[in-house]
């Protein structure tokens, strides 16, 4: 056993590491975005919402009006993550609108500094996703300019699909990093979330939960937010 670092202090990392349940408005009622954002507000720690071009993902989602209409309804943490071929583009206005963090595929910016000194002048947050596909170490180099970092577990463009299993290792090897680094990132899981998963993926790490479909297709959505904040505190 390493004396330094044995694995009861391990353990009591992992227990203190704050859950943050992060509802995907993607799965929501868009027609009554306010009522759907004021039945789990209360709950949870941020809202995540899934901007999405109809090129770098095969899907349209919402942008800059929807997400002021957000804002204006809510105080919560607007975490925005970004499937659009030029994530740079538009940060200004996303600030603008309200939003607090933002989130980009390293597939779609392969060598992201800029964009994310861009974020960072834009008084944004910032944090780099994966793909299922894309190892981790396509991020490592930019970890320690991140806020947050996202591993997908599910192929970005729609909700309700099934959670990948696979890139639980992954989320592993990404807590590790931040962990020796003495980084303080949060490691975000997105993609096919919900009760039946989440011990697996805060015990891998994942400290921020995504869940569209698990909350808002759940006929009590306070109620799937307890059970998944349940599952990743306690690891099962
Ligand atoms: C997929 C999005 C996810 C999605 C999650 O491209 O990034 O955030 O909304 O939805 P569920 O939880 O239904 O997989
Ligand atoms: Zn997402």
């Not at 910016?109 to 396509?138: K, Q, Y």
């Not at 970890?143 to 577990?153: F, G, K, L, R």
Request: with cysteine.
């Amino acid at each position: 056993m390493d004396p330094a670092n044995p694995p009861g202090l391990q353990y009591t990392q992992a227990m203190a590491r704050s859950i943050k349940i992060a509802p995907s408005l993607l799965a929501a009622d868009f027609a009554r975005l306010d009522r759907e954002i004021a039945r789990v507000e209360k709950y949870v720690e941020w809202l995540h919402l899934d901007v999405m071009d109809g090129h770098f993902v095969p899907n349209i989602s919402f942008g800059i009006p929807v997400i002021e209409s957000v804002r204006a309804v809510t105080d919560l943490y607007l975490d925005c993550h970004i499937m659009t071929t030029n994530p740079g583009a538009y940060l200004p206005e996303l600030a603008k609108a309200g939003v607090d963090g933002v989130t980009v595929h390293i597939e779609a910016v392969p060598d992201p500094s800029e964009t994310a000194d861009r974020a960072r002048r834009s008084g944004l947050d910032f944090g780099l996703v994966v793909n299922p596909g894309t190892p981790f170490d396509a991020i490592a180099p930019f970890v320690e300019n991140c806020d947050v970092v996202v591993i997908m577990s599910v192929e970005p463009g729609f909700g309700g699909q099934d959670f990948k299993g696979e890139v639980l290792p992954k989320v592993e090897k990404a807590r590790e990093w931040v962990e020796n680094r003495g980084l303080a990132a949060d490691i975000q899981i997105d993609g096919g979330i919900g009760p039946e998963n989440a011990g697996a993926a805060g015990s891998a790490g994942a400290n921020v939960l995504v869940a569209g479909s698990a909350v808002f297709g759940a006929e009590d959505p306070v109620l799937a937010v307890k059970e998944i904040r349940r599952a990743a505190e306690r690891n099962e």
